[in-house]
């Protein structure tokens, strides 16, 4: 990669093996915990089609309104990037990953949760406008070349809650086809709880245990976990001070 990309990393080298610790950051505050089982997931080539199943053709200098990632390339309607329960075999899960693009005219502007923020805003400024094609942080195939997805905009998905996408052809000649190469890692987890984990999440907030910490979202806007998640997980987001001060015997 070019110089313009020093400090962006290919997604798969930031995906967690087995028995790796974490500390997922939701709006109400920090969860922890560690990955008990991963399964890696790729969908390449994923082109964006219609309900017939057509390739969607964007017009040269045109914009294309926001839609899920579904499972049309064989016919069906499900969203690829949905986790339709809050725990599977037992165990709390979520997604983690990221997508590459081509061709290299095309910008793509997520939004998560669906039909809400788009990564990559600067704080004093109006919101991006994908309809016009902003190039305010779009992921396109410099940042996060098909080839090799990047955290450029790095994604976390909890279950229920739907992952989108706006595109726009900022070629001004010819129309294009957006082509996505879709990356992630689906993760088994444990959920440490105060009462039978302190220690070991008091060291995991004051990073003195090596850990990878994630935000469910982007940026200054992480998402809610919400009421059924907590209860399913059985947890109480905390903060870092919260976290860190207690203490305890693992």
């Known amino acids: 990669m070019s110089e313009l990309l020093k400090g962006i990393i290919p997604i798969e080298k930031k995906f967690l093996q087995n028995?790796?610790?974490?500390?997922?950051?939701f709006r109400e505050g920090f969860v922890f915990g560690r990955t008990m089982r991963r399964?890696?997931?790729?969908?390449?080539?994923?082109?964006?089609?219609?309900?017939?199943?057509?390739?969607?053709?964007?017009a040269a200098s045109s914009h294309q309104a926001e839609v899920r990632f579904r499972d049309r390339p064989r016919g069906?309607?499900?969203d690829l990037l949905y986790l339709s329960s809050t725990t599977k075999s037992g165990l709390p899960?979520?997604?983690h990953g990221s997508f590459g693009l081509k061709p290299q005219h095309m910008n793509m502007y997520l939004r998560f949760p669906e039909g809400d923020i788009i990564p990559g805003k600067f704080p004093n400024i109006s919101p991006i406008r994908p309809t016009a094609?902003?190039?305010?942080?779009p992921l396109n195939g410099l940042v996060s070349p098909y080839e090799q997805p990047t955290d450029y905009h790095e994604v976390v998905i909890p279950p229920l809650e739907h992952l989108a996408a706006e595109y726009y052809n900022k070629d001004p000649d010819r129309s294009h086809n957006?082509?996505?190469?879709?990356?992630?890692?689906?993760?088994?987890a444990q959920i440490f709880r105060p009462d039978t984990h302190p220690s070991m999440i008091s060291n995991v907030a004051a990073r003195r245990?090596?850990?990878?910490?994630?935000t469910v979202g982007f940026g200054d806007h992480p998402h809610p976990?919400?009421?059924q998640l907590e209860d399913d997980w059985a947890i109480d987001p905390m903060t870092l001070d919260e976290a860190i001060s207690l203490g305890g015997r693992y």
């Open 209 to 214: 245990y090596p850990a990878t910490f994630l």
């Open 76 to 78: 069906s309607e499900v």
């Open 225 to 227: 976990m919400g009421t």
């Open 19 to 25: 028995n790796y610790l974490f500390a997922l950051e």
């Open 133 to 137: 094609g902003d190039d305010i942080s």
């Open 178 to 188: 957006p082509v996505v190469n879709i990356l992630f890692c689906l993760y088994w």
């Open 39 to 58: 399964r890696i997931l790729q969908y390449k080539p994923w082109p964006l089609l219609d309900e017939d199943e057509d390739p969607v053709d964007i």
């Open 93 to 95: 899960w979520f997604l």
